[in-house]
Structures are given as C-alpha cells and as structure tokens.
C-alpha cells in the first residue's frame, strides 16, 4: 500500500514538471508509468517520456484505426516503451548465432510417412516451466537451453524442476560463452554434456548478472547424454516438436516489432533467417482460423517475463519460408 502512494504521489510531482509533448498522451504515459513501476530522475524523465512517444506513435500506426494491426498481429506498448533502439539491442538481444553452429546435422527419424498432430502445445501438458525474465543480461541462450533439457527431464523422470540459468551464464566460459554480454545454445549444450549436468534453479539461483562460477557437482542434476542440432528445415522441427518435446532455437528478434508484440501470429518483412540473435524455446505450433488458410505459427516461449506477448510467449509465422530463421539453429539434448 505503501509504495502504491508514493508512487501515486511521485507521478503527479512530476507530471506539473515534465514538459508536455502531446496532452492527449500525458494519461496514458501516467498509467504506463504506473503499471511498469517506473521512476525517473527529473532529468531523465523528459528524455524518457520522448522515447516512449516515439515507440507509441510506432505501435499506434501499425494497429491502425481498427487496432487490429499489420500483418496479422497486434504491438503494445509494454515494459521496453521507454527504451531506445539501439539500448534494447545491447541488452535484450544478443550476438548472431556462430554459422558454423547452423543445423546441417543429421536427422535420425524418419518422418516421411508419419503423420503428426495438426496442433501441439507442451505447455499445456506441463512439460514447460513458468516464464522467467532475464533483467538486464544477455542470457536468452540460457534459457533456450534449459528450457529444452527440463521438458526432457520431465519425460524421463516426470518431475519439472526449474534449472539453473546462472550456472549456464557463469561457468560456460570455456566453451566460448560470454555470461551476460553473449552466448550460444551450441556451447551452453557443450557445457551441460561436458560438466556432468546443470544445477537446479533452487540450487543456483538466477542473479541476471555474470559472477564467479560456482556450480557444485554433488548439486548437478540435469545430465544429458549429448545433443541433436537439426537440419535447417520446418518440416523436421515440426516433427521434433511433435515427436520430442520443446525445442531450443534462435530467431531474428531485433525489430521493434518483436520488442513490442502482443498478440496475433509474428510477420515481420523485413526479419532475417541468417541474422539470429535471440534464443528461444518452442513449444508447439498450430494454426489460426480455418485450417486451410495456411494461417499457421509456432508457438514460442520467451524470457521476457509474463506481461511480453501472450503471457510471455509469441505465435510467429510458421511454414514461411523459415520465417526470422526460426529452423536454423534448432537443438534438443538426449538424456
Ligand atoms: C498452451 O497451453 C497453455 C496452458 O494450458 C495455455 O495457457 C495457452 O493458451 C496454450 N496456447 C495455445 C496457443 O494454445
Ligand atoms: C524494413 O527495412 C527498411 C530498410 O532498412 C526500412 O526502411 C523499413 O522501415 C523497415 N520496415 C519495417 C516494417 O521495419
Ligand atoms: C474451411 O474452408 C473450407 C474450404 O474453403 C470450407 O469448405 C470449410 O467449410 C471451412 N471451414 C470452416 C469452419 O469455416
């Protein structure tokens, strides 16, 4: 009760200070403020309360009038709204994914002939732990990576046991992670086979910055017998999603419409297959609508906390052309 007034109170000290944009907006920059729990030094809040106009203005011209938005999807003005570009990129998103680590491996299953179901959410069947939040810190490789090593746990052994992000972060050093600035699924997966497993969330709490390694082997709990990197096909994740469980991947996350998405499939013109920067898990797919629209997505979980997208997960274009490189950089562990 306590913070709700003073926070009720700092608002309405500084909006009779902050200079006025456009009065139309002034309501709305209040609630935002209020709903995110911001603060700003005076100094700050004129530059901040421009950067959030700009990202409004953004947001309102591609829902349009309708507020139904382009291409099939709707943006809101979430908790980055007050973020510049260029400050999202260097913390939200990390480094493009290493090309030599792209899928080219070999597909074990045959998927030929079978048939796989029209829609798959694992989430549902509580394969998927709660969505987290990386702060500030680079670690969506991390979370891709756990993500894909607890639903295999969960099937092996039945218990969903969140692991430990931070010991990807700090100890994955050796092979070519870089703790908050930048990592890789491909050398966080090396670590786990390597290291003998990973520690549990409880064990090894996240932090969301990189210290010292101190990861304990007697705590190790998620051992893997290695890991799978998928060609660089749609048709063969769909079958892994269907047949394995949530697979980790990288995607093309570096446009403002990514940042500000809220619901409806992802399509952005202009994402790239070979710039992919942002680790993610996927944890089905389906379709919107009348089957036969073509209207298809995966369904991806994100690290952005739940108030991102849908409850913290996105439906973005599937079966388009490997839509922002969602198939390029798709692994599983074996355990
Ligand atoms: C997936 O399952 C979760 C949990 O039941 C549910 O909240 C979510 O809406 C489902 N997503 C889709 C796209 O069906
Ligand atoms: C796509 O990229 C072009 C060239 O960089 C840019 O002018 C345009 O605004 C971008 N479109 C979107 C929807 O971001
Ligand atoms: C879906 O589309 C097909 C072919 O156009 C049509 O026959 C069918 O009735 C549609 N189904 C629904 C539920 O709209």
Redesign the pocket.
Known sequence: MKSVLFLAMFCLGVSSAAPTLDPRLDAEWQIWKMKYEKSYSLEEEAMRKEVWGKNMELIKNHNGENGLGKNGYTMEINEFGDMTDDEFKSTMIGSPMRTHHRGKGIWKRDVGNVVFPKSVNWTEKGYVTPVRKQGNCNSCWAFSVTGAIEAQIIRKLGKLTPLSVQNLVDCSKSQGNNGCLSGDTYNAFQYVLHNGGLEAEATYPYEGREGPCRSNPQNSIAEITGFVSLPESEDILMGAVASIGPISAGIDASHSSFRFYNKGIYHEPNCSSDYVTHGILVVGYGFE?????GNNYWLIKNSWGKKWGLGGYMKIAKDKNNHCGIASFARYPTV
Do not use: A, L, V, Y
């Open positions: 609508g009348n089957e036969t629209d």
